[in-house]
């Protein structure tokens, strides 16, 4: 049987997306069964993301120089599909070819455009409703990353239940304990002290740093806040509210994949405030890390955190600033929790991700 994977997303436009299909289908390429075969396709602007080497007779990489956002795929990709004699297509994005002709998979990630409109413009809004509705329409099965995403997409759209599959993600192998000499290195890069709370992200108002920056200034600490990732300038108010508090945040900008894992193992503890997630991922990625985690008890995060994090609303700043000083303050509250953290993310696999997502393309492979 031939499954073909949709990789063309795997491009830095689209970084969550393309660090998910690169992974899954490095995944799957190994796990495939005999007589069963994997066409990528893949896009000429491909750069950072690795994907499966080509395997006579079992992996196969196709160039597609159509994109996501071209009409012509609508025409292009399903003449492909079946040139290349495909059994099942999955698409990994919602811009896809809506008739493509052969079994299909999609896989939607969260429906934070509807549930937060104030995050995208009014034209990526109804872009999101419309192209969802027409995969929907389109796949035969769909896969979200995790129950509480399945649990929305059934309610706003009122699926059988039966089409739609969570298969949670996983971190990448990069995210483990750290020795001592990486979080040195990167303590020393960042200038950041022995102790320090970490957020790492985006700043999108659905990722609720205004309460997280009022819970750092209720909590009685020496060590900073450390807020890394990419900065929206749309969105400045925390900058401004987190300069009443002066040395007490740090903002670090954007941090390298390679800086990453040593970040997360040097902190004291990671805070993950936000209002809604699809899956949560960098939870998993700080307790692989060996870090204590605190994180909103909301949407996909404890499903996400399994036990192993400490929990509370998003919604109270007195409960997150009592959360973060409780982890803050007690050491053996910090131990078992990285403790608890790192066998909670070891549940995360790629290759449980990949054979999840095999068993869907076999089923309807037995169907035709």
């Not at 740093?209 to 450390?226: F, I, S």
């Not at 036990?307 to 009592?322: E, I, M, S």
């Not at 696999?349 to 309807?364: G, H, S």
Request: net charge positive.
């Amino acid at each position: 049987m031939k499954f073909c994977l949709d990789a063309r997303t795997a491009t830095d436009h689209f970084p969550g997306i393309g660090r998910y299909v690169s992974n899954l289908a490095r995944a799957m390429g190994d796990q495939l069964a005999e007589g069963e075969q994997l066409i990528v396709f893949r896009s000429p602007a491909q750069t950072r993301w690795t994907l499966p080497t080509s395997r006579a007779g079992q992996v196969s990489l196709i160039e597609t120089p159509v994109s996501p956002f071209g009409l012509g795929q609508q025409f292009i990709l399903p003449r492909m599909l079946k040139a290349n004699g495909v059994d099942v297509y999955h698409s990994p994005y919602y811009l896809m070819p809506y008739v493509p002709g052969v079994p299909t998979v999609v896989t939607l990630y969260d429906l934070i455009p509807q549930l937060f409109p104030q995050v995208v413009s009014a034209q990526v809004r109804l872009l999101f409703q419309v192209a969802t509705r027409l995969a929907l329409r389109a796949a035969d099965q769909v896969v979200t990353i995790s129950e509480a995403s399945r649990r929305d997409l059934l309610a706003a759209y009122r699926l059988n239940p039966a089409r739609v599959t969570a298969i949670p993600l996983a971190p990448d192998p990069v995210f483990h304990p750290q020795p001592d000499a990486e979080t040195a290195r990167v303590r020393e890069k960042f200038g950041l002290p022995e102790r320090f709370g970490l957020y790492l992200g985006i700043n999108k108002p659905h990722k609720n740093l205004a309460r997280l920056v009022d819970a750092w200034a209720q909590v009685r600490t020496d060590a900073p806040l450390v807020i890394a990732g990419a900065w929206d300038e749309r969105y400045p108010q925390v900058k401004e509210q987190a300069a009443a508090l002066g040395d007490r945040v740090k903002f670090l900008g954007p941090v390298s994949n390679a800086d990453q894992p040593g970040l997360y193992a040097a902190a004291t503890v990671f805070v993950f405030p936000s209002l809604y997630e699809g899956f949560g991922l960098p939870v998993i990625e700080a307790m692989a890390c060996g870090t204590a985690v605190v994180c909103a008890n909301t949407s996909s995060l404890p499903e996400a955190a399994g036990g192993a994090a400490v929990l509370f609303d998003p919604t109270r700043v007195d409960d997150l600033a009592a959360a973060l000083g409780r982890v803050l303050e007690d050491e053996g509250v910090r131990a078992a929790m990285r403790e608890k953290g790192v066998v909670q993310a070891r549940q995360f696999t790629w290759a449980r991700v990949a054979l999840k997502t095999l068993e869907i393309y076999r089923a309807f492979s037995h169907k035709t």
